[in-house]
């Protein structure tokens, strides 16, 4: 009796431990569950049986496949896949562990991070398995948004650094259109800069005419020469709808945008078209396109550059248009538009020096209207001009690439040969003599007849050392001329 009572007492101890352990397992947030080397489970707390619905269903004794059957539908796939990765941590005799996602309803799942402990005995036969699991739903909702907010700062800086990038580039850009000294060298700067700000992209840079009405392409760029599709050259005013509106147009579809006339049908998927604006006068138009096969399409970052660029270019070709017309207006005659006297006395000088270097000769052609005065007598003033623009027109069609023309002054002008030997400069003027008269020139539908000239001919150096004296040479040449009878070409003395 009294070591059944002794016995009694020992194991007490070992219950109440073994009632604890269960009740410490049962209390534990974590899944647990205990298996056989079977696979059928034996013990398992309460999380994992609420969690698989479990708590009204005879679980002991059964394997995964068994509970698949009887527990709610909606776990059936995650027991069966639980029961092949005890079969992979048998297999392995190691310890395994992996990510779980569990539904709970429809559309929401659990997620648990899992770890199976394979039990073997001093033979290597398999006893059984433990399967311990922590919910890390919210630990994974936190790395996802974590994630999101990385990939978002991720873009933001992207971005600040393409817009630090165009920022380099604009200012850039801006610099060498403030040095170009032509429109011509504006325009290569432009071209250049444009691939750079908007790589993959073709378009052009169409300027107004003086009409006013009409458009014409005057720089153009291309990604890919291979594939190219020019846009018309010259179209109006009217033909594109951000001239149309007076704002910036953004063709996104061709299936629910209007396209603009000056762009050939499916020769581009996307593109913009800006209004370039210069003190609330219009200049031209920006033009940037992208191709079918362009992966990051003209977004709204791309429209805000674009018109940023629009602003510059616009102020850069104001800027150099009121300079040209400036230096125009003190170099050339605005009647003619050729060189007036004062280019003419200093460009004379200037070639004279460079002749001079290089042991060359200068031809000077004194050219003076016939009886002009009767044009003015007979059909007006007006009339008059028009005959100096016609015959102003004509010198400059007539006249070498390198020479130049100039208006020397009231119907007298002055060419310049450089290069040029006195016997081509004479027979120069002759055919100047020749052609003029073929020359029609009609004032309010009226003809105002033929015209001749009288022409003086000098060079240097052989009618002087100075620009003063080979032009008093061939200016007593064309005197000569007159007072012989008008209508020819005379050699200076």
């Given amino acids: ?217 005057v720089a153009r760029w291309k990604e890919n020469k291979s594939d190219e599709k020019i846009p018309k050259t010259v179209f109006a005013v009217k033909d594109c709808w951000a001239l149309h509106q007076n704002r910036i147009y953004y063709m996104g579809n061709s299936a629910t945008y209007p396209l603009c006339h000056h762009i050939l049908p499916n020769s581009v998927a996307i593109y913009l078209c800006v209004p370039l604006m210069a003190q609330g006068e219009l200049l031209g138009l920006l033009h940037i396109a992208q191709s079918h096969l362009t992966t990051e399409p003209l977004g709204e970052s791309h429209q805000r550059l674009a018109e940023t660029v629009a602003d510059q270019i616009a102020l850069a070709l104001a800027n150099l248009k009121l300079r040209q017309n400036l230096q125009n207006q003190s170099t050339r005659d605005p009647l003619t538009g050729l060189y007036n006297r004062r280019y003419l006395e200093e460009t004379l000088e200037r070639e004279f020096h460079r002749a001079q270097r290089h042991n060359q000769t200068v031809g000077v052609i004194m050219v003076d209207i016939d009886y002009f005065k009767q044009f003015n007598d007979q059909f007006g003033h007006d009339a008059g001009d028009v005959v100096l623009q016609q015959l102003g027109q004509f010198l400059n069609e007539h006249i070498r690439k390198g020479d130049i023309a100039c208006r020397y002054g009231g119907e007298e002008f002055t060419l310049i040969l450089p290069g040029a030997a006195l016997e081509v400069v004479h027979t120069r003027a002759k055919v100047l003599n020749t052609k003029v008269k073929k020359l029609s020139v009609q004032h309010r539908n009226q003809d105002l007849g033929v015209i001749t000239l009288s022409i003086g001919v000098a060079c240097f150096p052989q009618h002087g050392s100075t620009a003063e004296d080979v032009l008093h040479a061939a200016d007593v040449a064309l005197y000569h001329a007159k007072a012989q009878g008008r209508d020819q070409a005379i050699v200076a003395n």
């Fill in 1 to 217: 009796m009294n070591k059944l009572t002794t016995s009694t007492q020992q194991e007490k101890p070992w219950r109440d431990s073994v009632e604890l352990l269960r009740t410490l397992i049962n209390a534990s947030p974590d899944i647990i569950c205990f298996k056989d080397g079977q696979g059928c489970w034996l013990e398992a707390n309460q999380a994992i049986l609420k969690l698989f619905q479990l708590e009204k269903i005879d679980y002991q004794g059964k394997t995964d496949y068994q509970l698949a059957r009887l527990t709610h539908p909606m776990y059936r796939n995650t027991l069966l896949v639980s029961e092949i990765s005890d079969k992979m941590a048998w297999q392995a005799q190691l310890p395994i562990r992996q990510i779980e996602t569990i539904p709970i309803a429809a559309g929401e799942n659990l997620i648990f991070d899992v770890i199976k402990v394979p039990i073997f005995d001093v033979q290597g036969n398999r006893q059984g398995l433990v399967i311990l699991g922590r919910n890390i739903t919210e630990l994974k909702q936190v790395e996802e948004s974590l994630r999101h907010i990385n990939k978002q700062l991720t873009i933001k800086i992207d971005e600040l650094d393409q817009r630090h990038q165009e920022i380099i580039l604009l200012s850039k850009m801006s610099n060498s259109l403030q040095i170009c000294l032509t429109i011509e060298e504006a325009y290569r700067v432009i071209v250049r800069f444009m691939k750079q700000l908007f790589p993959q992209t073709q378009g052009m840079l169409a300027l107004l005419d003086d009409s006013a009405t009409q458009l014409e392409s």
